[in-house]
């Protein structure tokens, strides 16, 4: 008994209340054993605390991109150990969700690993103080206009701001740093 398989309703039940994924989640990954076979070896390179991620990961971006390339997840061009890099390097800050998105895409048509990919092809995103700065003065002097209404109490211009100092620097700008440095530059 011991040796048996496990099925996948008990699958099912081990994932939400062992690892907490969403029935949806658990569901869509115990639906067929190679889904949950992949599950588990991703599981198994980032460790059960980053199951509810990785669940949501795999349901969204894989399983998306599978099926817009007409493949199963038996004959992924991604390997649990290139995902688990994947989303290692997103956890860390190395890359935003942006660019994961275009790291993700290239791994799927080159086979390479994550990191090779962000190195080969300067994918980082950037926490540089200066550079950011340079990019928000820049980005603050062309919209002279729009910086007196938001001084003004025009508060949902943030966003535009925002937008534009990523737009600058190309998406690889840390939002969160941006956000800092952006607060501060406007007063």
């Known amino acids: 008994r011991a040796s048996l398989p496990e099925l996948p309703d008990a699958k099912r039940a081990r994932y939400e209340q062992e690892l907490g994924l969403s029935a949806y989640n658990a569901g869509v990954l115990t639906a ?3 889904a949950a076979r992949w599950f588990e070896a ?3 390179r980032l460790g059960p605390d980053q199951a509810q991620r ?3 990961w795999v349901t969204s971006e894989l399983f998306g991109a599978l099926n817009r390339l007409g493949r199963t997840i038996a004959d992924s061009p991604v390997s649990p150990a290139q995902a688990a890099e994947l989303l290692a390097l997103i956890g860390d800050g190395t890359l935003s969700g942006t660019l994961a998105k275009q790291v993700f895409e290239i791994m799927l048509e080159t086979g390479e690993g994550a990191a090779a990919v962000v190195e080969a092809r300067g994918l980082k995103q ?3 103080t200066g550079a950011i700065d340079a990019a928000i003065a820049d980005v603050l002097d062309r919209n002279a206009d729009k910086v007196a209404e938001y001084k003004a109490g025009k508060e949902a211009l943030f966003g535009f701001f925002v937008g534009q100092v990523m737009k600058a620097m190309q998406g690889k ?3 969160k740093v941006v956000n ?3 607060r501060k530059a406007l007063g």
Do not use: C, G, H, R
Request: hydrophobic letters at 40%.
């Open 32 to 34: 067929e054993v190679e």
């Open 42 to 44: 991703l599981l198994e």
């Open 54 to 56: 990785a669940s949501n």
């Open 126 to 128: 950037t926490s540089d």
């Open 173 to 175: 700008a840390n939002p």
């Open 180 to 182: 800092e440095l952006l």
